[in-house]
């Protein structure tokens, strides 16, 4: 391992252990957000109330000496409230922008789904180029940018579901769950010690996050496998049980993320394990499966598994 790879594990491993101080007993949970934050993504987070979505999304983004807004999503927020308006200036006798919490490095828009459709479409301009148009005036985001987004299972009163085209901006989801008995038992000696909102120190600088991103693509890909996610997503398109299969940005995703997940694990290639491990993440929340009405329909992770195991892995 050369010095470049060295610098990125001690980089990639300070980060994770920030995460780890505060979200106990998910290391899985915590490397797939950080995989999604080296691969230029953007992270969606969905689980059932009180299982640590949001302090999850704040200790990535405090782990990072980077600009962060939080923006809590309510059935009120306008798309103004996330973008930014233009004010009157009587002064320059002249309209001033006043940009909103979308100009941050780190936004988290916690329980995304509890706004309404026309102020989820406000960040969809934003989290695929970078930029939002206001007025007929585009505006640059900064580097690096990330949304990381909480959301309750739909089923929960008072969500709405988010459309196709807003899922397929998230590079991936992911899902918390409950924690085990030893991570519960810190859970509650904290809430004893009345230290339970632990402070986290940065542990990286936004050229270091760029740092990371930049080597990330530099992780290599043979040209076998890059044919075997290929056929892995044309399988989705065209399979009996799946409505809406995998579009080229969903193809992205797994690329960059298979990069991603390659060099956190200390490598500098890509392996079909890459690949298989990044698949439902990443193709989770992008699938709709066809609406058979049978009670013996499978679930999309079976589906995917399904896919995954008839397609052949590369030597």
């Given at each position: 391992m050369n010095t470049t790879e060295l610098a990125a594990q001690e980089k990639i491993a300070a980060l994770r252990g920030a995460i780890g101080?505060?979200?106990?007993?998910?290391?899985?949970t915590i490397e797939l957000a950080v995989v999604a934050l080296i691969a230029e993504g953007h992270l969606l987070i969905e689980d059932v109330p009180g299982v640590g979505k949001t302090t999850l999304g704040h200790a990535l983004a405090r782990a990072l000496a980077c600009n962060f807004h939080r923006i809590q999503f309510t059935s009120d927020l306008l798309p103004s409230d996330v973008v930014g308006v233009s004010v009157f200036n009587p002064k320059q006798n002249e309209f001033e922008f006043k940009p909103g919490p979308i100009f941050s490095n780190i936004v988290l828009a916690d329980e995304i789904n509890r706004t309404t459709p026309k102020t989820q479409s406000a960040l969809l301009e934003a989290m695929n180029e970078n930029q939002v148009t206001i007025e007929n005036t585009t505006?640059?985001?900064?580097?690096?940018?990330?949304?990381?987004?909480?959301?309750?299972p739909v089923e929960h009163h008072?969500?709405?579901?988010?459309p196709e085209s807003q899922l397929d901006r998230f590079l991936m989801k992911i899902e918390v769950g409950y924690p085990n008995a030893e991570a519960e038992k810190e859970i509650l000696h904290?809430?004893?010690?009345g230290n339970y909102h632990q402070t986290i120190q940065p542990v990286l600088t936004p050229a270091d996050v760029l740092y990371l991103?930049?080597?990330?693509?530099?992780?290599?890909?043979?040209a076998?496998?890059?044919?075997?996610?290929?056929?892995?997503?044309?399988?989705?398109?065209?399979?009996?049980e799946i409505e809406l299969g995998i579009s080229p940005r969903g193809t992205v995703a797994l690329f960059r993320t298979s990069q991603a997940l390659a060099m956190v694990d200390g490598r500098n290639f890509v392996l079909p394990d890459d690949v298989k491990r990044a698949?439902?993440?990443?193709?989770?929340?992008?699938?709709a499966l066809a609406k058979h009405g049978s009670k013996g329909s499978r679930s999309k992770d079976e589906v995917l598994e399904g896919i995954l195991s008839e397609i052949k892995i590369p030597d």
């Amino acid at each position: 391992m050369n010095t470049t790879e060295l610098a990125a594990q001690e980089k990639i491993a300070a980060l994770r252990g920030a995460i780890g101080r505060v979200v106990k007993g998910k290391d899985e949970t915590i490397e797939l957000a950080v995989v999604a934050l080296i691969a230029e993504g953007h992270l969606l987070i969905e689980d059932v109330p009180g299982v640590g979505k949001t302090t999850l999304g704040h200790a990535l983004a405090r782990a990072l000496a980077c600009n962060f807004h939080r923006i809590q999503f309510t059935s009120d927020l306008l798309p103004s409230d996330v973008v930014g308006v233009s004010v009157f200036n009587p002064k320059q006798n002249e309209f001033e922008f006043k940009p909103g919490p979308i100009f941050s490095n780190i936004v988290l828009a916690d329980e995304i789904n509890r706004t309404t459709p026309k102020t989820q479409s406000a960040l969809l301009e934003a989290m695929n180029e970078n930029q939002v148009t206001i007025e007929n005036t585009t505006y640059a985001l900064p580097r690096p940018f990330m949304v990381l987004a909480t959301q309750n299972p739909v089923e929960h009163h008072g969500t709405y579901p988010l459309p196709e085209s807003q899922l397929d901006r998230f590079l991936m989801k992911i899902e918390v769950g409950y924690p085990n008995a030893e991570a519960e038992k810190e859970i509650l000696h904290r809430y004893t010690n009345g230290n339970y909102h632990q402070t986290i120190q940065p542990v990286l600088t936004p050229a270091d996050v760029l740092y990371l991103q930049d080597e990330s693509r530099k992780v290599h890909i043979n040209a076998k496998i890059v044919d075997y996610m290929i056929q892995v997503v044309h399988r989705t398109r065209n399979h009996p049980e799946i409505e809406l299969g995998i579009s080229p940005r969903g193809t992205v995703a797994l690329f960059r993320t298979s990069q991603a997940l390659a060099m956190v694990d200390g490598r500098n290639f890509v392996l079909p394990d890459d690949v298989k491990r990044a698949a439902a993440p990443v193709f989770g929340h992008r699938l709709a499966l066809a609406k058979h009405g049978s009670k013996g329909s499978r679930s999309k992770d079976e589906v995917l598994e399904g896919i995954l195991s008839e397609i052949k892995i590369p030597d």
